[in-house]
């Protein structure tokens, strides 16, 4: 499957992902507010992408883990004439199917953040999970600290609704989110069109 915005495209991962994903992260500064831990060596990466191939296979699939990458041509993320780029990665999952509840996650490298390709990952995640996924209440947290993602939460319509106390373990430190959503009736700002 593939979800298409005016710069950036999600799709599957392949195997051969590794490196472009191990790129970004690697880096501490991209890891620094996610809950997960910077990638060691590019085995840890290859871990992680086994476990999304996997995941992509389930008889009934409940996480869409989807590579970001740029459109490529004149206008788009990537430069002009340019090859398409892994740049991130963008995931929906179904929490609850009974309850129609999901979250979204996202996670881009470095150069490309402050552009709205955050925001734009978003919508189209969103957009998915509302209308093919059938969700009605689609949630997402943030570190207290991560301005950039609390920015894209509110910019696709999500509500904050309170910070959750202790809410990951990470080493000997546990380490409070803040938790936004936004239910299928809510206003959804329009997202942006093609440059
Ligand atoms: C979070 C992340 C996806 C945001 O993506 P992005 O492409 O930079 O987001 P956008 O450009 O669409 O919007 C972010 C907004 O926050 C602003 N912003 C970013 N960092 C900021 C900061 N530290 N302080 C204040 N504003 C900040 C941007 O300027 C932009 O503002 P604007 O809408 O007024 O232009 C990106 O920073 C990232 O990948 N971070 C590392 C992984 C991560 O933290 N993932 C989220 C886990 S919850």
Do not use: C
């Amino acid at each position: 499957m593939t979800l298409a915005g005016p710069r950036v495209m999600l799709r599957e991962f392949r195997a051969d992902d590794a490196s472009a994903v191990f790129a970004y992260a690697s880096d501490p500064v991209v890891s620094a507010y996610v809950p997960w831990d910077t990638h060691a060596d590019i085995e840890v990466t290859r871990g992680f992408l086994s476990g999304v191939l996997a995941s992509a296979d389930a008889e009934e699939r409940t996480r869409y883990e989807l590579a970001v990458t740029t459109s490529g041509g004149a206008g788009r993320a990537g430069e002009d004439g340019e090859e398409a780029r892994l740049i991130g990665a963008g995931r929906i999952s179904v929490q609850d199917a009974r309850h129609r509840r999901g979250s979204i996650g996202y996670v881009l490298a470095p150069d490309y953040w402050s552009k709205g390709i955050g925001t734009e990952v978003a919508h189209l995640l969103l957009a998915f999970g509302f209308e093919r996924l059938n969700l009605h209440r689609i949630e997402a947290t943030a570190h207290p600290d991560n301005i950039g993602s609390q920015r894209v939460f509110e910019k696709v319509g999500m509500k904050y609704e309170g910070r959750i106390r202790d809410h990951l373990l990470f080493g000997n430190g546990w380490r409070d989110s803040l938790s936004y959503a936004i239910l299928e009736g809510d206003p959804r700002p329009a997202a942006a069109t093609r440059p």
